[in-house]
């Protein structure tokens, strides 16, 4: 029997919903949540998900840190949600929708600096895999449609999770051995920015057929611990789809995952924070 002590336990991110005087309901209070599928994917290999709350704020008590979420999880993997604040890589808003939420992007890169210094693997989904692009020195596209000229409509408000595009994936790469004799496949897309500069800690291994965005990265250091994002949706894949299969992704990352679980462990305090992160 697998007891809940040998299952790897994975840390979610939160979203969240900031304070709202007008809503009816937990009116002027923060919510912090996870989208079901996400989580459902995760615990679909047997994994226990735990969403890890923000350990900071008014409301806050007690001495619990992100530290001690990394240091309690097997792994990380930061999901999707609102746009990321131009400001997290230096820019200015170029529209007053895109403001992003400078809130969360706070709590993820202090979460992904927790996790590093540790040791632990992370996987990053859509605004997961900006984030860490961000967190790491890139930058990214406020809007494809605006700063990409010819760009495929990467997000379609009307059909969401159904609208499609094909990616080429990067032969040679760790992302086509898990998929081999694969070159081309099709994703879902619904994000409306993107990396514009990638960070110098990750090597792409997917882009867009139409458009050449960047789909997938990977740390390029083996050495170091695990990094990998996409820029799409694995856990809105559905048996049976075209889509490219989700599978090989999650057991790649949990085998990581479990590999890291055998070392011995990193305390936070015995490393320095990260250069660049929070």
């Known amino acids: 029997m697998v007891t ?3 299952r790897l336990k994975i840390g979610l991110s939160a979203c969240f919903s900031h304070a709202d005087p007008q809503r009816s309901l937990f009116t002027g209070k923060t919510l912090q949540y996870v989208e079901q599928t996400i989580a459902h994917w995760l ?5 226990m998900v735990v969403m890890v709350p923000c350990p900071t704020g008014a409301t806050m008590r007690g001495d619990v840190t992100f530290d001690h979420y990394a240091e309690w999880l097997d792994g990380l993997v930061l999901h999707g949600g609102a746009d990321v604040w131009p400001g997290s890589y230096g820019e200015e808003p170029l529209h007053e929708n895109w403001g992003g939420d400078r809130v969360r992007d706070e709590y ?3 979460l992904v600096a927790a996790f590093e210094r540790v040791g632990k693997p992370m996987f990053g989904v859509c605004r997961g895999l900006q984030l860490l692009n961000v967190a790491f020195g890139g930058t990214l596209y406020q809007d494809i449609n605006t700063q990409v000229p010819d760009s495929f409509v990467h997000r379609d408000a009307a059909t969401y999770d159904l609208n499609y595009h094909s990616i080429d994936i990067r032969q040679g790469s760790r992302l ?3 998929y081999p004799g694969v070159e081309r496949a099709r994703v879902n897309s619904i994000h409306h920015q993107a990396i514009k500069d990638l960070s ?3 090597d792409a291994e997917a882009y867009s057929v139409t458009d050449g965005i960047v789909e997938a990265i990977r740390r390029k250091d083996a050495g170091k611990s695990y990094i990998a994002a996409v820029q799409w949706h694995p856990e809105f894949h559905k048996i049976g789809s075209d ?8 057991e790649d990352f949990l085998r990581a995952v479990a590999e890291a679980r055998r070392r011995p462990a990193i305390k936070a305090d015995d490393v320095q924070l990260v250069e660049g992160l929070a």
């Open 176 to 178: 086509s051995s898990l």
């Open 108 to 110: 993820d890169k202090a």
């Open 200 to 202: 110098p800690e990750f």
């Open 243 to 250: 889509t490219i299969d989700d599978s090989a992704m999650l």
């Open 4 to 6: 809940a002590a040998s």
């Open 43 to 47: 615990m679909s290999s047997g994994a």
